[in-house]
């Protein structure tokens, strides 16, 4: 049972436009949304995170929108720039203290960016 | 700064053998992570480690075993592989104080299984 879902598996855009990636969720208990970036031969780089008691979230170029009612989250990045390409993931988890706060990942969708 | 090390970043083993993987976390990190990332699929938590006693654990084989030692390191101990533990495995670590204490992931260790 895929808890948290990406459905495009990938996803091309030229330089300068908005690239927005879409996740969705079934487990209303998750606390925090996050968005992982991967390339190739890398481990997963932490991109930027919301709090399930907003519903935006912004750092630079990337923000991440969070609509709990539709259990919908999604990462938009403007402008786009070649150096975005890679696979980014969604990921969520619940808060602990201390202990464990594993994460549960979507598929990834993967972005080129064009130039 | 100094980031999760893990080795080997390669390994290559035939069915019914064993194979260590091992992880570093950042200095002062205090809860360790595998996930296991099969081609195509997103990664899955294995296992978790806060304070070097198991804190969590998810979809792991009783094949599977791992523990984190007195330095804070951690170790994946497989055995009898099988084709299907062919995958990315990813260590990451975090420092559990506050809200958002961001997982750092390591590089991978990619096993291939024969």
């Known amino acids: 049972d895929q808890q948290v879902k990406q459905n495009s598996p990938s996803l091309s855009v030229q330089e300068g436009r908005i690239s927005i990636l879409n996740c969705d969720y079934t487990n209303s208990m998750f606390d925090y949304f996050l968005w992982y970036k991967k390339y190739p031969a890398e481990g997963p780089t932490f991109l930027i995170s919301i709090s399930s008691i907003k519903d935006k979230n912004e750092d630079g170029r990337f923000t991440v929108f969070l609509n709990k009612s539709a259990k919908h989250l999604s990462l938009h990045i403007v402008p786009s720039q070649p150096g975005d390409s890679a696979v980014y993931f969604c990921?969520?988890?619940?808060?602990?203290?201390?202990?464990?706060?594993?994460?549960?990942f979507g598929k990834g969708t993967k972005l080129t960016v064009n130039p | 700064a100094a980031g999760v090390i893990q080795s080997p970043r390669h390994l290559i083993k035939e069915k019914r053998e064993t194979a260590t993987l091992k992880c570093y976390p950042i200095p002062r990190h205090d809860t360790v992570y595998w996930y296991q990332q099969g081609p195509g699929q997103d990664p899955q938590f294995l296992i978790s480690f806060y304070e070097k006693m198991q804190s969590d654990k998810g979809s792991i084989p009783d094949r599977f075993s791992a523990q984190q030692f007195s330095d804070y390191h951690s170790e994946l101990n497989m055995s009898s592989l099988e084709l299907g533990d062919s995958a990315l495995y990813f260590c990451?670590?975090?420092?559990?104080?506050?809200?958002?204490?961001?997982?750092?992931f390591g590089p991978g260790t990619r096993l291939t299984v024969l």
């Open positions: 990451a670590s975090s420092l559990t104080s506050g809200e958002n204490n961001e997982q750092f």
């Open positions: 990921a969520a988890k619940r808060l602990y203290q201390g202990g464990s706060e594993k994460l549960v």
